[in-house]
C-alpha cells in the first residue's frame, strides 16, 4: 500500500485552508477540538470523543446560533477528520518507539 | 439525515445519478453515497483516495481483513451504520458471515490468526482510548504483524474513525441488510472512489 500521509496532507490542506464556508479560523479551530465558543464547542467536542452521542438538538443549536449549514457541514468533517488524525500520529509515534525510530 | 443539504442539496448531475441508483438497485440511496457527492471537491473526492489506498491499495492483508478492521474500529466507535455496512463487506469478502460475527462479538476468542487479532486489539484501544503506547504496538509485532502491516491496518483505522464519526454526527439512516448486502458488492466490485 502507498503511503497515506501524502494523501491525508492534501485532504487536510483542503478543508483546512481551501474555499470554504465557514472560516478558515474556525475549521482550523474544530480540527483542533479547541478555542470554539458554545455552543459549536460542544458539538465539535462530543464529534472527536463519542460521534455516536450527537443529537439533532446538538445541530440545531449550532445552526439556530447562526451557522449555516454548509458552515456545520465544514466544521462537523474538520472535527472528525482532526481526531482521526490524532489518533493516527499517536500511533505511529508508538510504532516508531517500538522499533526503535524515536 | 440532520442536514438537508446533504439530502437535497446536490447538484443537478447527481441528482439524476441518485435517481438512476434507486431505478437500478431499488434500494434508497445511502447516505454515505450522499455524503461523498455533496461538495466532492471538499471531502468526498480526497477522502475517497485515501480509502480506496487503505482498502484496496496494494498490502499483505487481505481485503476481507481490512474489512473486518473497518468494522471493528466502526464497533469500537459504537457506529451503528459503518459497523453493518463493512460488517456486511467483510462478509462477502470472507464468504463467512460467522467468522465476522465472531470477531465483532470477542475478537479474543475468534478462530482468526494472531496477527490480525493482535491488530484488532490495538485498533480497539486506540479507537476507545485515542491513543496507544509503544508496548501495545510491540505486543502486535511479538503476535507476527509486521512493520507494514501495522501501518497498513492504521490506514484502515483512519479512514474509518473519520468515516464513522461523520455517519453518527450526521445522522445517517440505518437501512436494512439488503442495501448492506447491494453496497457490499458494489464496494467489493468498485471500490471506494
Same mark, same amino acid.
Given at each position: 500500500?502507498?503511503?497515506?500521509?501524502?494523501?491525508?496532507?492534501?485532504?487536510?490542506?483542503?478543508?483546512?485552508?481551501?474555499?470554504?464556508?465557514?472560516?478558515?479560523? =474556525?475549521?482550523?479551530?474544530?480540527?483542533?477540538?479547541?478555542?470554539?465558543?458554545?455552543?459549536? %464547542?460542544? &458539538?465539535?467536542?462530543?464529534?472527536?470523543?463519542? %460521534?455516536?452521542?450527537?443529537?439533532?438538538?446538538?445541530?440545531?443549536?449550532? /445552526?439556530?446560533?447562526?451557522?449555516?449549514?454548509?458552515?456545520?457541514? @465544514?466544521?462537523?468533517?474538520?472535527?472528525?477528520?482532526?481526531?482521526?488524525?490524532? #489518533?493516527?500520529?499517536?500511533?505511529?509515534?508508538?510504532?516508531?518507539?517500538?522499533?526503535?525510530?524515536? | 439525515?440532520?442536514?438537508? $443539504? &446533504?439530502? /437535497?442539496?446536490?447538484?443537478?448531475?447527481?441528482?439524476? &445519478?441518485?435517481?438512476? $441508483?434507486?431505478?437500478?438497485?431499488? #434500494?434508497?440511496?445511502?447516505?454515505?453515497?450522499?455524503?461523498?457527492?455533496?461538495?466532492?471537491?471538499?471531502?468526498?473526492?480526497? =477522502?475517497?483516495?485515501?480509502?480506496?489506498?487503505? =482498502?484496496?491499495?496494494?498490502?499483505?492483508?487481505? $481485503?476481507?481483513?481490512?474489512?473486518?478492521?473497518?468494522?471493528?474500529?466502526?464497533?469500537?466507535?459504537?457506529?451503528?451504520?459503518?459497523?453493518?455496512?463493512?460488517?456486511?463487506?467483510?462478509? %462477502?469478502?470472507?464468504?463467512?458471515? @460467522?467468522?465476522?460475527? %465472531?470477531?465483532?462479538?470477542?475478537?479474543?476468542?475468534?478462530?482468526?490468526? @494472531?496477527?490480525?487479532?493482535?491488530? &484488532?486489539?490495538?485498533?480497539?484501544?486506540?479507537?476507545?482510548?485515542?491513543?496507544?503506547?509503544?508496548?501495545?504496538?510491540?505486543?502486535?509485532?511479538?503476535?507476527?504483524?509486521?512493520?507494514?502491516?501495522?501501518?497498513?491496518?492504521?490506514?484502515?483505522?483512519?479512514?474509518?474513525?473519520? $468515516?464513522?464519526?461523520?455517519?453518527?454526527?450526521?445522522?445517517?439512516?440505518?437501512?436494512?441488510?439488503?442495501?448492506? @448486502?447491494?453496497?457490499?458488492?458494489?464496494?467489493?466490485?468498485?471500490?471506494?472512489?
Amino acid at each position: 500500500m502507498a503511503n497515506i500521509s501524502q494523501a491525508q496532507k492534501a485532504l487536510e490542506t483542503r478543508v483546512l485552508e481551501g474555499e470554504g464556508k465557514a472560516s478558515i479560523a =474556525m475549521r482550523r479551530s474544530a480540527f483542533n477540538n479547541k478555542g470554539l465558543s458554545e455552543p459549536t %464547542a460542544a &458539538l465539535v467536542d462530543k464529534v472527536a470523543k463519542h %460521534a455516536f452521542r450527537v443529537t439533532d438538538a446538538d445541530i440545531a443549536s449550532v /445552526r439556530d446560533s447562526g451557522l449555516s449549514e454548509d458552515q456545520v457541514f @465544514e466544521i462537523v468533517v474538520c472535527a472528525a477528520i482532526g481526531e482521526a488524525t490524532r #489518533q493516527y500520529k499517536t500511533a505511529f509515534a508508538a510504532l516508531g518507539a517500538a522499533v526503535g525510530k524515536e | 439525515m440532520r442536514l438537508r $443539504i &446533504l439530502d /437535497r442539496g446536490h447538484g443537478f448531475a447527481t441528482k439524476v &445519478l441518485f435517481a438512476l $441508483i434507486r431505478a437500478v438497485s431499488r #434500494q434508497p440511496v445511502l447516505d454515505v453515497i450522499k455524503l461523498v457527492k455533496y461538495r466532492a471537491d471538499f471531502y468526498g473526492g480526497p =477522502m475517497g483516495a485515501i480509502t480506496q489506498d487503505a =482498502m484496496r491499495g496494494p498490502s499483505t492483508w487481505s $481485503i476481507g481483513d481490512r474489512e473486518m478492521m473497518a468494522a471493528f474500529v466502526a464497533k469500537s466507535n459504537h457506529s451503528d451504520f459503518c459497523t453493518k455496512a463493512h460488517s456486511a463487506v467483510a462478509t %462477502a469478502a470472507y464468504r463467512n458471515g @460467522e467468522k465476522v460475527s %465472531a470477531v465483532l462479538s470477542d475478537p479474543d476468542t475468534a478462530s482468526i490468526a @494472531e496477527p490480525l487479532r493482535a491488530t &484488532l486489539l490495538m485498533l480497539g484501544k486506540l479507537t476507545r482510548e485515542h491513543a496507544v503506547d509503544a508496548d501495545d504496538v510491540r505486543a502486535v509485532l511479538a503476535a507476527g504483524a509486521s512493520h507494514k502491516q501495522i501501518e497498513d491496518a492504521l490506514a484502515v483505522c483512519y479512514s474509518f474513525n473519520v $468515516i464513522g464519526r461523520l455517519a453518527d454526527a450526521f445522522g445517517f439512516f440505518v437501512p436494512g441488510p439488503k442495501a448492506f @448486502e447491494d453496497g457490499a458488492k458494489y464496494l467489493l466490485t468498485r471500490g471506494y472512489r
